[in-house]
């Protein structure tokens, strides 16, 4: 580890490093063959906990995740990081936060739960 490192800096360039942080995502998937979902079932809503240095990074990771899967995202909404959903007065259950600790310490994509929609 150089000092650029130790003291926190992107390498080389003097700008501080934004800290990984991990947003919640509701992600809305349709079909596709071969992803898994129970054969009535028109898509599914996932809750994911993904972590990036912004929403934006998060969301993109997430949704390459998803196709690699064989997944076919539509649609992403984020609810924020923990912090913003504490703040907003949202009680977090111990197993989220669990989750959530995971996706940070393994700088991933974590799939909460998966709810499959049926006409």
Do not use: H
């Not at 501080?16 to 028109?42: H, M, N, S, W, Y």
């Not at 996932?46 to 912004?54: E, H, P």
């Not at 995740?65 to 949202?90: F, H, M, N």
């Not at 994509?109 to 709810?115: E, G």
């Amino acid at each position: 580890m150089d000092d650029t490192e130790d003291a926190g800096l992107d390498n080389g360039t003097g700008k501080a490093r934004r800290p990984q942080q991990v947003f919640t995502l509701l992600v809305e998937v349709g079909r596709k063959t071969g992803d898994g979902l129970p054969d009535k079932a028109t898509g599914a809503g996932l809750v994911i906990y993904a972590s990036g240095v912004d929403e934006a990074e998060a969301v993109r990771e997430t949704v390459a995740i998803l196709k690699q899967a064989d997944l076919a995202p539509l649609d992403v909404s984020g609810y924020g990081t923990l912090a913003e959903r504490q703040a907003a007065g949202e009680d977090i259950e111990p197993a989220e936060l669990d989750l959530m600790g995971r996706a940070l310490k393994e700088n991933s994509v974590v799939v909460a739960q998966m709810t499959p929609f049926f006409d």
